[in-house]
């Protein structure tokens, strides 16, 4: 057992990660039906003690990821006891800003090392009543990345760095890197994580899996660490388009507490409908024409991609769009102002009272602990937050940020050119990592702040890598038409002709001859 989970089995009071000598499983195959009830109840209890020793030999030994922080002993056990239900024990990682019964939520930050409420967020709840088993918590960018202007995506001070499986030394983005790295190196079924502007999407491709971002309001956020009101959202990450969908049915459900699910339960039976079937045949399809980036490699890796989709029947219609600069200021206004104001309320409402119990507590907790806490990147953010207070300014952001990214920005573009979804090259290749000058985004790829500030649904699907280094395929929808855009993203991954480079758990270029 690695250092960090040491130190954290006894921070956590968690029990020792169970080694048994069984084979380590392979993904287990997406199955095709609207709803899954597994027949062989062997198969999910050896599934599970696979992932635990699969979890043990690449996460604290061998690459030593640092994806997972913790793990549940008794996985094997709640697996077997629940094969007759919809998910049939499937294993799930959970992203640590979201709260389960068995450990505290810590959101990366020493300074809610003790949170534990012992209770459920809702949706963890819905995902142990389809039969999905919380296999453990994965590492996360501290606070979801929203601390300081010059952070490293995946460094928490409880869980360390993590590293990414295709290239040890190359970023696996954040916020949700704990749970794309997990889920690249086969340690469960699938994992939640959580998206404010690209956390799910940015993780995902960049470690080669499907991440879905689901429409705000499709997945609770109750007893979810807060950044925005606004934009927050949970959602799966997994190998398929089939696996995602059927987890984000597992955790979607109407919540009288989050105002903004009251269609969820509306909308949730057809997630999963006509998955295995669809077809791209008819479907218009928008391409951002000016948002593949000034990449050849990546300009023909997304080339391919068009070829599939015009080969399977789809119709491909140009659409030229750049995002109005005004989206991007206003949302960080929002961001500031929400992320004070939801995080006060979730700090304040606690039961552990010997712990900050606001933002400027929290910021005053990393000042007195800055030798763990600020060693790398400062909280810039946390102050600016502080000092956003202002109420008509935010109101104005808000609504200006949301009138052109949704109405005047994806609908827009979706009606004027009558398309069904957006789709565009989800990133650049993996950066590497360098703690002591922070990330290294590169932008002009995408639209992943628009589908984000709008609150719609945004789908990414492997579609090749560069040098190794995975790159996505973003599948962009209008609100609440999640089941659409999940269908013709798996109708895509169904004709993908490139070929999907594998994870290669050592650092990039390692043992090939390097100009």
């Known amino acids: 057992m690695s250092t960090i989970r040491t130190a954290l089995a006894l921070m956590l009071a968690s029990t020792p990660l169970t080694a048994l000598p069984l084979p380590v499983l392979a993904q287990e195959k997406a199955q095709e039906q609207d709803v899954i009830i597994l027949r062989e109840p062997p198969r999910a209890v050896l599934s599970a003690h696979s992932y635990l020793d699969r979890i043990e030999a690449v996460d604290d030994n061998g690459p030593a990821l ?14 077997g006891k629940a094969v007759q239900l919809p998910l049939g024990g499937r294993t799930v990682l959970v992203k640590d800003n979201i709260e389960t019964r068995e450990w505290p939520t810590t959101a990366g930050s020493l300074a809610l090392k003790d949170n534990r409420t012992e209770r459920d967020a809702p949706l963890i709840a819905n995902l142990r009543a389809a039969g999905g088993v919380v296999l453990g918590k994965t590492n996360l960018s501290e606070w979801a990345n929203f601390r300081d202007t010059s952070s490293s995506s995946g460094w928490s001070a409880v869980g360390g760095l993590t590293r990414n499986p295709y290239a040890l030394d190359r970023t696996a983005c954040g916020s949700s890197s704990g749970s794309g790295a997990a889920i690249a190196a086969d340690l469960a079924w699938a994992a939640i994580g959580t998206e404010t502007d690209g956390s ?18 499709m997945v609770s956020r109750t007893h979810v660490v807060p950044i925005s009101v606004s934009q ?55 391409v ?34 750049q995002p109005d600069p005004a989206i991007g200021h206003d949302e960080f ?83 004027g050119n009558d398309v069904a979804v957006l789709i565009a090259p989800t990133n650049n290749p993996a950066w590497t990592i360098d703690l002591v000058n922070g990330d290294n985004f590169t932008g002009g790829v995408g639209l992943t702040g628009l589908a984000a500030v709008a609150g719609y649904p945004h789908l990414t699907v492997p579609m090749g890598a560069v040098e190794g280094l995975p790159i996505g395929l973003s599948f962009i929808g209008t609100k609440w038409d999640d089941a659409r855009v999940l269908a013709i993203g798996a109708a895509y991954e169904r004709v993908r002709s490139a070929e999907l480079a594998a994870p290669s758990l050592e650092p990039w270029g390692e043992g090939e001859a390097l100009p």
Do not use: H
């Not at 990449?295 to 789809?314: E, P, S, V, Y």
């Not at 102002?337 to 005053?364: C, H, K, M, W």
């Open 66 to 79: 640092n994806a997972v922080i913790v793990v549940n002993p008794d996985a094997p056990m709640e697996a």
């Open 200 to 217: 799910i999407t940015c993780p995902a491709a960049i470690n080669g899996i499907v991440g879905f971002k689901p429409t705000v309001g």
């Open 232 to 286: 927050d959202t949970a959602g799966p990450m997994a190998k398929s388009v089939p696996d995602a969908a059927l987890l984000l049915w597992a955790i979607t459900g109407s919540d009288p507490a989050d105002p903004a699910t009251a269609e969820a339960d509306k909308y949730r039976p057809g997630l999963t409908s006509g998955i295995a079937t669809s077809s791209l045949k008819g479907v218009r399809i928008g």
């Open 288 to 321: 951002l024409v000016q948002r593949v980036g000034p990449r050849k490699d990546i300009g023909a890796l997304f080339g391919t991609a068009l070829d599939d989709l015009r080969g399977a029947g789809a119709i491909l219609v140009d659409v030229e769009y």
């Open 333 to 415: 206004t929002v961001l500031l102002f929400e992320f004070r104001e939801g995080l006060d309320a979730y700090l304040g409402s606690l039961p552990n009272t010997a712990q900050p119990r606001s933002l400027a507590e929290v910021i005053t907790f990393n000042e007195a602990n800055a030798d763990t806490e600020l060693r790398w990147f400062g909280q810039s953010l946390f102050i600016m937050a502080q000092e956003t207070t202002d109420r008509e300014a935010y109101e104005a952001a808000r609504a200006n940020s949301l009138r052109l990214a949704g109405p005047e920005g994806i609908d827009k573009l979706l009606r």
